[in-house]
């Protein structure tokens, strides 16, 4: 167990719908990661929060956003979905502000279907 | 884009043989990292070499670096069954992300 919690674990769903993606970072670590994995694009960077501000940002659609919460919680928001976005989502964590140092915590994902 | 490029892209061997995977990279490293992903679940980071060594061990798993070459080896002994997974190398590209390569699928026959 790493330590982060992702919610839904799947999560199946329309085109033209709008979902969103939760995570809670291990306890203590301040940045968060968003990942997108798909067969043919294998694993693409989204976007890095660290303590609340956005850090880096990947590949990420404009109809895609994220945030990290007070709490360090984030959310990943999809809309308009489209068949192509389905995939697994994957959150991970740092105790640091980036991935230079160490290493990331990742959570067992969310399996978005859109049909 | 991807930093990253794992080869081979499959790799199958026998309980007991050793698997050698190998990973190239474009930019200079801080680090180079090695993580494990069994069949839908999530990414397992299993060793990290920094750009001034050479060579890492952590159980049955070597990690060799050669910075000249730009290019990185995960060996692991004396496979397992439960071994069988995808092993992505990554690298810290820019200042914070660590992008992925495509990974190597390997399987261990019993």
């Known amino acids: 167990d790493s330590g982060v919690t992702q919610t839904p674990k799947h999560l199946i769903t329309a085109t033209g719908q709008r979902v969103t993606l939760r995570c809670s970072p291990r306890?203590?670590?301040?940045?968060v990661y968003w990942y997108q994995q798909s067969l043919d694009q294998g694993l693409q960077f989204l976007i890095q929060?660290?303590?609340?501000?956005?850090?880096a940002k990947g590949n990420i659609l404009e109809r895609f956003s994220a945030q990290q919460f007070p709490d360090l919680h984030s959310e990943l928001n999809l809309s308009s979905l489209e068949l192509g976005d389905s995939a697994l989502y994957f959150c991970?964590?740092?105790?640091?502000?980036?991935?230079?140092?160490?290493?990331?915590?990742f959570g067992e994902g969310s399996r978005l279907t859109v049909l | 884009s991807q930093q990253g490029e794992e080869d081979p892209q499959a790799l199958s061997i026998q309980e007991g043989e050793n698997a050698t995977m190998n990973c190239s990279y474009k930019?200079?490293?801080?680090?180079l990292q090695w993580y494990r992903q069994n069949s839908g679940r999530g990414l397992v980071h299993l060793i990290l070499?920094?750009?001034?060594?050479r060579e890492k061990h952590s159980g049955r798993l070597r990690v060799t670096l050669d910075t000249s070459k730009k290019s990185s080896s995960l060996l692991i002994t004396a496979s397992r069954a439960a071994d069988t997974a995808s092993y992505f190398c990554a690298t810290v590209q820019g200042a914070q992300k660590l992008v992925f390569g495509q990974g190597t699928r390997l399987t261990i026959n019993p």
């Open positions: 306890s203590g670590d301040l940045s």
């Open positions: 929060y660290y303590n609340g501000e956005e850090r």
């Open positions: 070499i920094r750009s001034n060594e």
């Open positions: 991970a964590s740092s105790v640091d502000s980036g991935a230079r140092e160490g290493e990331l915590f």
């Open positions: 930019t200079s490293i801080n680090n």
